[in-house]
């Protein structure tokens, strides 16, 4: 089966950065897309940034674009998340997504993805 296990969540205070991984297992790692969702309390899922199979990332959700950079490994079967310039604001439980490769893929909708991680919890202290 699929499984997806984020890690690198934790305590950071505002401006500080992060580093998100997800490892992904029990599939063909270079055939699926792949996206990083996040969801705070009291407040709907939020798409916030995606990678291809060709490695072509689609438009960052506007509250974290030009902090924020998805990347993969194929090698390792891991998709990245790196957060700088953290604000409180950012505070949630940051979730893993894969899809099997799709002709239309950068669209922005948790129903686009197959498959998910368990999270991993980003708290930014002001």
């Known amino acids: 089966q699929v499984q997806l296990l984020e890690s690198g969540g934790g305590l950071v205070q505002a401006g500080g950065s992060l580093r998100l991984s997800c490892k992904a297992s029990?599939?063909?790692?270079?055939?699926?897309?792949m996206g990083w969702f996040r969801q705070a309390p009291g407040k709907e899922r939020e798409f916030v940034a995606a990678?291809?199979?060709?490695?072509?990332?689609?438009p960052y959700t506007a509250s974290v674009k030009g902090r924020f950079t998805i990347s993969r490994d194929n090698t390792k079967n891991t998709v990245y998340l790196q957060m700088n310039s953290l604000k409180p604001e950012d505070t949630a439980v940051y979730l893993c997504?894969?899809?099997?490769?799709?002709?239309?893929?950068?669209?922005?909708?948790?129903?686009?993805?197959?498959?998910w991680g368990q999270g991993t919890q980003v708290t930014v202290s002001s």
């Open positions: 997504a894969a899809a099997v490769s799709r002709t239309i893929w950068d669209i922005p909708l948790s129903s686009g993805y197959d498959n």
């Open positions: 990678i291809n199979w060709r490695g072509r990332t689609a």
């Open positions: 029990g599939l063909t790692f270079s055939n699926y897309d």
